[in-house]
């Protein structure tokens, strides 16, 4: 692994690491209802800030440094992408729908596997 690919990617985390460091102070010190509107961007923020060095390209890097804020425009395309800047309740009654047929899926298994308790006959001694 070279220096200079470390360089662009250290540089990177660092520009990274700052933007969110301000992003969180400004919206800590924000209202609560600001604080619950943002919310969505914020998390965003600290999953790319996060996660983003380790899983990029040198010319990845060397790309995004040279945006005027690379965490923004990352955060933003990823909500785009992901779709979490847009209603999310139908996905909501969505997961209540799967995790109800999975249980129901469950124990449908679960009572096919239980053993079947030895049937007496009655007329047997």
């Known amino acids: 692994m070279s220096v200079e690919h470390q360089s662009a990617k250290d540089k990177l985390a660092q520009v990274l690491a700052d933007r969110y460091s ?3 102070r400004r919206w800590e010190a ?4 600001k604080r619950q509107a ?3 961007e914020i998390l965003a923020a600290r999953f790319v800030a996060a996660r983003f060095p380790d899983i990029i390209t040198e010319s ?7 945006l005027d804020d690379p965490l923004k425009a990352v955060a933003d395309q990823w909500l785009e992408v992901t779709g979490l800047n847009r209603s999310q ?3 909501l009654v969505q997961c209540v ?3 109800r047929d999975n249980a129901l899926q469950q124990s449908s298994r679960h009572a096919a596997k239980k053993p079947k308790s030895p049937h007496r006959d009655s007329m047997a001694r």
Do not use: V
């Open 89 to 91: 309740d139908d996905i």
């Open 97 to 99: 729908g799967t995790l």
């Open 38 to 40: 943002d919310l969505e």
């Open 22 to 24: 301000r992003l969180s």
């Open 30 to 33: 924000s209202t609560p209802g």
């Open 60 to 66: 990845d890097a060397q790309f995004l440094l040279e």
